[in-house]
């Protein structure tokens, strides 16, 4: 029995007023912290997926909606562009862009997606196989870990795409035997583990074989079509001053598949992932503004975008962090209000202290204790129900974005968030112990 | 044990209450008598160092502790002197035997079970050691409240009328085991009261005025 473990009876033996400062203090902690970890996670998600991208060039729309869409896959596109458009940026003789890497989406399965793709997009987030090999041909896809690992799929499974992004069965489509897995690559922590990576010509041939079929889908609302680019599509108006004409051909290199993309100047991908040679190069950070402006295609900045959307966010984060702090502001006061009401009741305990040979600094520690006590009660309830709450939106997210958050990551700025909750009680209990070290016995006790 | 010299205190600097000089040795009872507002609970707070007065010396166990200053003066006050008040109060959060130990504990000594123990033996309430003390019957509790007192073999033990709140049946007990206790640990015990039952147990007596 010593000062610190009478603190926590004397605690334990109101447990209502506990009950209240645990209550309060947890929710204003437990929301801070829920902030912190989400930022924490979903900054280090995006940061991840910027993979080195420089620019994302796609059909015109939302730029914000292209780089979600074509870089995080948690949007649909703005349209498409057609290859003939694209041509220029996929010579590998540019002088200014080391690597395009075309995209073709608006397949999915099981709301996984399923991407058109080269070999290249490995490059962009370090993927490498696993188990079987890269697709090479049509309909071959290649799996992301993640993938693999929910709809437990496995090396020369089949499966039907289909239409959109979303799990709905009559979208499936009838194509054949569909896609068969030749590949499983490792897990990498980017987005690249929720993808399904095939060739540009199977998305083409999924949907044009549809239209052999006779279209039993109305194709104004697929993926491909739903952003009207009747716009970009119907002609190559207007963009001769752009250097993009029949020359360069040859200048294409076939990619791993045999397969040349600029080879069908009529059919549409959906976007270009674009890394410079020299990012600081003028020309360079002057293409996006020349692609808005002269053709019909448009060129988005990942981090500026991302920046965008951080700030737009940002202020509903900041009135949530601005809340929080008013509760925990709010949860002190009540840490100070329960501690004053219980001197009441407590000074002839004190003064009986004080008899017993307690110095008056030792009913200070002891009130100053409670106070540390209340709020570090109230702090590790607030990080359990952060925690918790992580893993509930983890569940969430997972279901609907195929994002990977988790409960269960526990930062060192937590261990700030004990401290200062320390300190909250320390401050909250000062008075009352102030009052508790100033306890005149004889008086107390007369009486 | 315990010796007064010329004590007095004044509340507002002006009117001085002036108290005899009492002298009491080990194994001694004393008992003080006076009627309300003649001071007894000053002169008792002065002798337990509840209360500092800058006139006169009180002496316990050689010490004056009128020089004593602070955490000093809790200290062997928790040491030397075990007070029993005419309320029993506790810190009602702990069990009786927690509160015996705190009482070890704030004196600066080791936490000793058998001793808390033994003296909850001796007192007869060893059954209630694990109770909460607000569950204690008036009697339990000033029994408590002298296991309390002792539980640091003081060298003296006072009382503040611990016998006004009980019937007769108890009170007799109640001085009977003060008396016995007090001899057990070598202290001087010192009674202040106005209770006249208690003038039959004590022939040391000394009357304020």
């Not at chain 1, 397949?107 to 991407?115: L, T």
């Not at chain 1, 080879?263 to 190069?281: A, C, G, M, V």
């Not at chain 1, 004990?418 to 306890?439: C, D, E, K």
Request: with cysteine; proline share 3%; net charge negative.
């Amino acid at each position: 029995m010593n000062l610190v473990k009478l603190s926590w009876k004397n605690i334990i033996s109101k447990p209502l007023n506990l009950l209240l400062s645990m209550v309060l203090f947890g929710l204003g902690i437990g929301l801070i912290n829920f902030l912190v970890l989400l930022n924490h996670q979903l900054k280090n998600q995006f940061d991840k997926n910027l993979a080195g991208i420089d620019v994302v060039i796609g059909a015109k729309g939302s730029p914000l909606q292209m780089i979600l869409c074509n870089m995080y896959h948690i949007d649909n596109p703005t349209g498409n562009i057609s290859v003939k458009e694209a041509a220029p940026f996929l010579n590998p003789k540019h002088p200014l862009i080391e690597k395009a890497i075309p995209l073709s989406l608006g397949d999915s399965h099981k709301s996984y997606r399923i991407v058109g793709t080269n070999h290249s997009i490995l490059e962009l987030y370090g993927g490498s196989i696993e188990t079987g090999k890269l697709w090479v041909q049509h309909f071959e896809v290649t799996l992301g870990r993640v993938v693999a690992d929910e709809l437990g799929l496995k090396i020369g499974d089949r499966f039907q795409s289909s239409h959109g992004f979303q799990d709905v069965d009559d979208l499936v489509h009838e194509h054949g035997d569909g896609f068969e897995i030749v590949g499983i690559l490792a897990p990498t922590g980017s987005v690249l583990d929720q993808l399904i990576l095939t060739t540009t010509k199977s998305i083409w041939d999924v949907h044009g074989h549809e239209d052999e079929e006779g279209g039993d889908h109305d194709h104004d609302d697929h993926a491909h079509d739903e952003h009207d680019h009747d716009d970009h599509a119907h002609d190559n108006h207007g963009h001769d001053d752009h250097a993009h004409d029949d020359h360069a051909h040859h200048d294409h290199e076939h990619d791993e598949t045999g397969f040349n993309l600029v080879d069908y100047p009529d059919e549409q991908i959906t976007s270009l992932l674009i890394k410079f040679r020299n990012r600081t190069n003028f020309q360079a950070l002057s293409l996006p503004r020349n692609i808005n402006e002269n053709t019909d295609m448009q060129a988005a900045s990942p981090p500026i975008e991302i920046n965008r959307l951080y700030s737009m966010i940002g202020v509903g984060v900041d009135a949530l962090r601005n809340i929080a702090l008013l509760i925990a502001l709010v949860s002190a006061f009540s840490i100070f209000i329960s501690l004053f009401s219980s001197l009441k009741d407590r000074q002839y305990e004190l003064a009986l202290m004080r008899v017993m040979g307690a110095g008056q600094q030792s009913l200070f520690f002891l009130i100053i204790m409670e106070g540390i006590i209340l709020a570090i009660v109230g702090c590790f309830l607030g990080l359990l129900i952060s925690h918790i709450g992580m893993e509930v939106l983890a569940g969430y997210a997972k279901a609907s974005y195929r994002y990977s958050l988790t409960g269960w990551l526990f930062l060192k700025e937590e261990m700030w968030m004990v401290l200062g909750s320390v300190v909250i009680g320390i401050i909250a209990a000062l008075i009352p112990a102030m009052r508790a070290y100033g306890t005149d016995i004889h008086e107390t006790l007369a009486r | 044990m315990l010796k007064t010299e010329n004590l007095s205190y004044s509340y507002n600097q002006k009117d001085w209450i002036s108290f005899p000089d009492i002298h009491c040795e080990a194994d001694t009872s004393h008992l003080i008598l006076g009627q309300s507002g003649t001071g007894k609970t000053t002169f008792l707070h002065l002798i337990g160092g509840l209360l500092q007065s800058k006139k006169g010396k009180v002496i316990v166990k050689g010490t004056d502790i009128t020089s004593l200053k602070g955490q000093a003066l809790d200290r062997f006050r928790g040491d030397n002197i075990g007070i029993v008040f005419q309320q029993a109060h506790f810190i009602n959060a702990i069990s009786v035997e927690e509160n015996l130990m705190i009482a070890q504990r704030l004196a600066g000594k080791p936490i000793d079970k058998s001793g808390i123990k033994d003296i909850l033996g001796i007192l007869n309430i060893e059954h209630k050691a694990t109770a909460n003390p607000k569950h204690l019957s008036q009697g339990e509790k000033q029994r408590v409240v002298i296991a309390r007192a002792l539980i640091n073999k003081p060298a003296v033990i006072l009382a503040d009328e611990p016998t006004s709140a009980l019937d007769d049946k108890n009170c007799a007990e109640v001085v009977g085991l003060l008396e016995r206790t007090a001899k057990d640990v070598d202290a001087a015990l010192v009674i202040v009261t106005h209770d006249n039952r208690l003038m039959d147990y004590f022939p040391n007596q000394i009357r304020l005025s």
